[in-house]
């Protein structure tokens, strides 16, 4: 970009600032030292931004061009759109000369969850700690309303050409509720949906620059909230982390916005959960205690089972830490308070359960809650998550040298073969490993073929 773009900004320009292998129009410092300009730059509301420059002269094609923005996303913006994603919010701040230290954009030395999210250039020199750190810190900030860095990726692009309904009602509200359910029956049977789920996340933020009553808008809000923390779900699933980071971190300030603090409990739990099967126990249950420090302040029906499931983690995540006591101490508290609500609910407690029992060398015990799980999945139609059990049980039967072992393992390979679910296809390197120390050959063909499926991209 030219210094031809920044003519309109007149008292707003000055002179430009070294860019990327070209200049970048700098704003004056005079504007910086506006306490409502430096306000709105801290708090990123760039709606308010843009509509500074327009005062000021500057048109939206000339933002557009300066920003690397099309016309109608300014237009968006303008319209109420928030802007969440860093490296937009970076392009904005390097085409329009602003420093990067002023919108939270620059690197900071604390790391504690709770305290605000800088970052200075994900393209450069970042490792997937610096990511997850930030991640997690993020989280707690949108939960707690402090400023944060919401995204690390552009999303996907919002369609456009689709009009927007003039005003919003309680009806909008209830299709996109309907309109998640649907998605999600779908992602349970076949695994995946990460692409289409993504994109419908993205536009119905729109619906949040539509006019509607305050009650509208804060149910609004928590159903994208839901929608966004599934999206997230489904990202990780196809293990599209940067997406998923970014719709987990929306999906808490939304509903943090709603003062919805069971969708905000709710966002962290499976967050940490994509924290934890990553390999860092420790974050995740930051985001557990986080999760249960929200939850108490709600009173919604569905929180005592949210509460199990927020403790049963936390107790796979401290055996995974080496806490065997404080794993059984979690585990005993979570079924105390379980109030299965339906047979997925139900399924996915004994599955974890049969983990964290696992993970503490009760093989028997694991067992039973595997073969449980496996049941009341298998009532459900719910094939993705009802081929996890059904690996851990084999993987069980198998590591025991029970003749059934070898029969179970092909059933959940043949199973996992037919989703779209790359979490469950990576989770057949357990049951490989297992397969291969039988040492026979029946065994070991099966451990190739569970290795095959693992490594297909779905």
């Known amino acids: 970009m030219g210094y031809g773009h920044a003519d309109k900004i007149a008292g707003l320009a000055g002179t430009p600032a070294a860019g990327r292998g070209k200049p970048t129009p700098a704003v004056d410092a005079a504007l910086y030292r506006r306490d409502d300009v430096r306000r709105l730059l801290a708090e990123r509301d760039i709606a308010a931004l843009y509509r500074v420059l327009k005062d000021a002269g500057v048109t939206q094609r000339q933002i557009a061009e300066l920003t690397g923005q099309s016309q109608s996303e300014v237009s968006e913006i303008l319209a109420g759109r928030r802007v969440l994603a860093y490296d937009l919010l970076v392009r904005i701040a390097e085409g329009l000369g602003i420093p990067r230290e002023l919108m939270g954009l620059s690197y900071g030395g604390s790391d504690a969850y709770g305290e605000e999210v800088t970052v200075s250039d994900p393209l450069e020199g970042v490792t997937d700690e610096m990511l997850r750190r930030h991640f997690v810190a993020g989280l707690a900030a949108a939960a707690f309303g402090r400023p944060l860095l919401a995204g690390l990726l552009d999303p996907a692009p919002t369609p456009t050409g689709i009009p927007l309904p003039s005003r919003l009602s309680l009806g909008d509200v209830t299709e996109v509720r309907a309109g998640t359910e649907q998605l999600r029956s779908l992602a349970r049977r076949y695994g995946g949906q990460a692409d289409i789920v993504d994109a419908v996340a993205n536009r119905a933020m729109q619906l949040l620059s539509v006019p509607a009553d305050d009650a509208v808008q804060r149910s609004l809000r928590s159903a994208l909230s ?219 063909e099966l451990a190739r073929t569970a290795r095959q499926v693992a490594t297909v991209r779905v």
């Open 226 to 444: 839901e929608l966004r923390e599934f999206a997230g779900w489904c990202c990780f699933d196809q293990r599209a982390y940067d997406n998923a980071r970014t719709h987990f971190t929306d999906a808490v300030g939304l509903a943090r916005e709603a003062n919805d603090p069971y969708r905000v409990a709710y966002a962290l739990f499976h967050a940490g959960c994509m924290i934890e099967e990553r390999g860092h126990p420790n974050d995740a249950l930051k985001l557990f205690q986080l999760g249960l420090f929200k939850l108490s302040e709600s009173r919604d029906p569905r929180a005592p089972a949210l509460e199990a499931w927020l403790q049963v983690d936390s107790a796979s995540a401290y055996a995974h830490l080496g806490y065997p006591d404080r794993a059984r101490s979690e585990l005993a508290a979570a079924w105390d308070v379980w109030q299965p609500p339906h047979e997925n609910d139900r399924g996915g407690m004994e599955w974890v359960t049969a983990l964290v029992e696992r993970d503490l060398g009760r093989l028997d015990v694991a067992e039973r809650f595997a073969a449980s799980s496996v049941r009341h999945w298998g009532a459900t139609g719910n094939r993705r998550d009802a081929a996890l059990p059904a690996i851990t049980l084999a993987e069980l039967h198998v590591m025991a040298g029970e003749p059934r072992g070898l029969a179970m393992a092909k059933i959940a390979i043949d199973t996992v073969a037919l989703l779209h679910s790359v979490r469950a296809h990576e989770r057949l390197e357990p049951l490989a490993v297992a397969l291969e120390a039988r040492r026979s050959g029946d065994a070991r």
